[in-house]
């Protein structure tokens, strides 16, 4: 396991092995959200989001060599109770886009990069200090 912290970002890169032929690599990172209201059609109303970035701070992520797919999943649990996200995941070569309540699967390749973001759903939003922890399994 290797962790990396960073200024309002804590990176936790995971390696799971399951039978022999199933290799699965999961990101998580802990995320200062963004504060702010707003909406969009997937979405509808939301009060704070957090994007994920690739380690060299970029939006867009390319999933491993042999990836067949994805799930991007809002897995924090510090926030409150009645927490909850809609995720959403962009395609860059075409820009379709996948989303779901607080998990996604997508299909994917290395052939291309993915944006991921978490939009809060519930109210209240996060606090000051409070982190947004997303996670991407790629398969």
């Not at 702010?36 to 491993?64: D, E, H, L, Q, R």
């Not at 779901?100 to 299909?107: I, L, R």
């Amino acid at each position: 396991m290797k962790i990396q912290i960073t200024p309002g970002k804590i990176i936790t890169t995971l390696l799971l092995t399951g039978f022999a032929a199933c290799v699965a690599l999961a990101d998580t990172e802990g995320i200062v959200p963004t504060f702010t209201k707003g909406s969009t059609s997937c979405v509808g109303t939301y009060y704070a989001y957090a994007k994920m970035t690739n380690s060299a701070g970029s939006i867009w992520i390319t999933p491993p060599t042999n990836t067949t797919n994805g799930t991007f999943t809002d897995i924090s649990t510090n926030i409150s109770t009645n927490y909850t996200s809609t995720v959403v995941v962009m395609r860059k070569k075409d820009l379709v886009t996948w989303c779901g309540t607080n998990s996604v699967t997508f299909p994917a390749t290395n052939s291309t990069s993915y944006q991921m973001v978490s939009y809060v759903t519930s109210q209240p939003p996060p606090t000051n200090g409070q982190l947004q922890t997303l996670q991407i399994v790629w398969h």
